[in-house]
Structures are given as C-alpha cells and as structure tokens.
C-alpha cells in the first residue's frame, strides 16, 4: 500500500471516528501487513484492493472474547 493511501485512509478514519489517537503504521518491508492502532494498541488490519479500476479499502478487526467483559448473569 503506498504511502499516500495510508495517509488519507488514517485522516478518514480520525474525522470518522473523532479520534486522533488513531495511527496506520506503514509496513517496514514491502507487501506486509499494515496495522492500524489507537495510541499503542493495536486494533487491526489494513487491505488495499483494486478491482476493475475501482479502489476500495478493507479495516479488519477481530475482537477476542477474552478481551470482552464477562456476561451478564441470567436471573
């Protein structure tokens, strides 16, 4: 993903989300993954796809339910 598509996509999503904490952290190597974080933590995944000439751009989060708080209990 190049440099300039990391950048708008970051400036979109901290005017989406209100939130300036967040960061996409441009890979070091070329064709890795691109990870997205709020402050130091990391939060998810960043895809580029090209399709017909048309450019779209995939965030994905996985949410672990160890991470969740627990349930709450049935009465």
């Given at each position: 993903m190049k440099p300039t598509d990391i950048a708008r996509v970051q400036t979109y999503l901290r005017k989406l989300f209100a939130n300036d904490?967040?960061?996409i952290d441009t890979p070091k190597k070329a064709g890795a993954t691109v990870e997205v974080r709020v402050a130091d933590e990391f939060i998810g995944t960043l895809h580029r796809d090209e399709?017909?000439?048309?450019i779209s751009f995939a965030f994905q989060m996985v949410i672990l339910d160890e991470d969740l708080p627990a349930p709450p209990k049935s009465k």
């Open positions: 904490k967040i960061h399709d017909d000439g048309e």
